[in-house]
């Protein structure tokens, strides 16, 4: 055989579902072209060291026990192929495993064509540019601001008081501006953590999606006392109806010209606005507590959310160490990952900071966790820098 050049061209490691798409996917999307499907590894080494495909698509059935010697020993024989992951039943650890191995794209069978060739048009278009700047080839982009999405799959574990304080120490430490934007558009509390009100939301920016003016910025946004630029949720739960998830995602990324760190509070349902913020972020704080009901949706999500096994991501333990006696062994084993950060539980003296709209650090506060957000806010700070691309793992769309 002869080699082919890199390109969206495809050579698939198959079961019977990754075929039967894969095949369907290549003759609906144009782009791609399928150079070939195999049935075991030997073979799928042995053709991809022959014609260089652009992608390879690796099904997890087929893969052997180690995904990661796996992806390592495609990417040796074929090292411009993008390697994009499939599976299903995926535990977060082996995503992880392949990821740091050198995969570009995750999605979770069972999967539709349009899924495929658009995780697969994703991760081939993230490596490509990576390696442009990782050559010199480009000059990164001027440094813009940082967008940093706060999540969790459960509600009540602390995303709005983690999200609000986060950004009050990231004020504090880095001197620059800071915004914090509430995406949870139907109840979000960020203003009644901050005991501030205002007619305007992110739904005011849709209209201006790809090019924010520096007085509509001011206008719609209020100043907290800490000096935190905040844009709460809509006034009426009806406003929701009218939001356009991939305007929004626009608008808020539009504001990083506007501020140096943009705070996302995150609705806890996979709608396609938390799934376009968490695609877009530049870190995503993962939001957990130590009970076994919110260590199982976060399992959860991870596996289903592939996007939330890369490097961006960091878990926060809230309210630690919890009543249930979870220790942290324990909680890292249940997750596979490790745990960034924790919040100690201070119910009463937290509740009552938020009653009064005051964030953890105001001298009225009666509490100690201050210095944990500080603490991360200076992790944030230190893996701060211009975002390459590339950094972002594709996944299907929900």
Request: include cysteine; charge should be negative.
């Amino acid at each position: 055989m002869t080699s082919t050049s890199p390109g969206l061209n495809l050579i698939a490691l198959e079961s019977d579902h990754t075929a039967a798409v894969a095949i369907r996917a290549a003759t609906a999307d144009g782009r791609i072209t399928l150079l070939g499907i195999v049935t075991d590894l030997p073979t799928l080494l042995s053709v991809v060291s022959d014609k260089r495909p652009g992608v390879v698509l690796l099904d997890l059935a087929h893969a052997g026990s180690d995904v990661g010697v796996t992806v390592r020993t495609v990417l040796s024989a074929s090292p411009e192929s993008c390697v994009v992951v499939t599976g299903s039943d995926v535990t977060p650890i082996t995503i992880s495993k392949a990821v740091s191995a050198g995969a570009r794209g995750f999605i979770l069978r069972p999967f539709e064509p349009s899924d495929l060739a658009s995780t697969i048009r994703d991760a081939h278009t993230n490596q490509t540019e990576l390696r442009r700047l990782q050559r010199g080839d480009v000059t990164p982009a001027r440094s813009r601001g940082t967008v940093i999405a706060v999540y969790s799959p459960k509600g009540g574990v602390g995303c709005t008081t983690i999200a609000t304080n986060l950004a009050v120490a990231l004020s504090s430490r880095s001197k620059k501006r800071v915004a914090i934007v509430d995406l949870d558009l139907q109840f979000g509390d960020v203003g009644v953590a901050l005991d501030l009100r205002s007619a305007n939301s992110v739904i005011d920016l849709m209209a201006h999606d790809e090019q924010l003016d520096a007085g509509l910025v001011e206008d719609v946004f209020v100043k907290h006392e800490s000096g935190v630029h905040v844009l709460v949720a809509p006034e009426h739960v009806g406003s929701s109806d009218s939001a356009d998830p991939v305007r929004i995602v626009r608008a808020v990324d539009a504001l990083r010209d506007h501020f140096s760190y943009v705070v996302c509070d995150l609705w806890s349902s996979l709608d396609d606005l938390t799934l376009g913020m968490l695609r877009t972020a530049d870190h995503v704080v993962l939001v957990t507590t130590p009970e076994l009901p919110s260590l199982k949706n976060i399992r959860r999500v991870i596996a289903a959310t592939p996007l939330l096994g890369d490097e961006r991501t960091q878990i926060v333990l809230n309210r630690h160490p919890g009543k249930a006696g979870v220790s942290m062994a324990d909680v890292e084993k249940n997750l596979g990952r490790r745990v960034a950060s924790t919040i100690p539980s201070e119910g009463v003296g937290v509740t009552d900071a938020i009653n009064q709209g005051i964030s953890m650090f105001d001298s009225r506060a009666r509490v100690r966790a201050s210095q944990s957000y500080m603490r991360l806010a200076d992790a944030l700070l230190r893996d701060d820098g211009p975002r390459q691309a590339g950094q972002i793992i594709s996944a299907a769309r929900a």
